[in-house]
């Protein structure tokens, strides 16, 4: 329960996190654990898979030092001018 994420779209910001107190914080989970950071590691790789089709679907993946990285408007920008931006979002 301590790493829960409750995710709302288009719904009243107040209501809902009234909803999820009442349904979440009420259960006893017992006292929170200290748990270790642990740092992602990278690994890239690739997956070529031929096929005679009229449309191709690319993905590109970078590793990045988080939102308050100096990367980030560059690699913004990137991602536009590569056409991304349908499951991007930089706030």
């Given amino acids: 329960p301590e790493r829960m994420v409750f995710v ?3 719904v009243d910001h107040d209501e809902t996190t009234r909803w999820v107190a009442r349904s979440f914080l009420r259960k006893d989970y ?3 654990r200290e ?3 642990i740092q992602p590691v990278y690994q890239g790789g690739d997956m070529r898979i031929p096929a005679d ?3 191709v679907h ?3 993946g970078f590793e990045n030092r988080g939102w308050n990285s ?3 408007v560059p690699v913004t920008v990137l991602n536009t001018l590569l056409g991304g931006g ?3 979002s930089t706030g």
């Fill in 86 to 88: 349908g499951a991007f």
């Fill in 35 to 37: 748990r270790p950071r």
């Fill in 70 to 72: 100096e990367d980030l």
């Fill in 53 to 55: 089709l009229a449309n």
């Fill in 8 to 10: 709302a779209v288009n």
């Fill in 58 to 60: 690319i993905s590109l």
């Fill in 30 to 32: 017992g006292p929170r």
